[in-house]
């Protein structure tokens, strides 16, 4: 009875994640979530719309919304790096 159920008490999420391959997936969602929220949050602060972004972007309303859209994490850094830049932050990537 000592054997160890797998998804038992004791597991992670994580765990279960890395397990099933999905940990990578999750993890870049997450970011992308936050990311999407803090400019959000940032573009509400200093009163920048969508098209108002677009414009200081250089680029369109249908990429902006790509940028804040939390379930799009196939926008590229650069561009979520002007889009920091936009509203007076920097983007900060690290290894782990």
Sequence with gaps: MNEEVKGGA????????????????????AIKSVLAWQLREEM???????????ELLHSSRTQVDRILDPDNVGVSFDMMNRAAKVVGRKLRIELV
């Design 10 to 29: 004791g597991s992670t999420v994580e765990s279960w994640l890395e397990e099933e391959g999905l940990l990578e997936e999750a993890n870049a969602a």
């Design 44 to 54: 509400r602060t200093r009163g920048i719309t969508k098209t108002r972004m677009a």
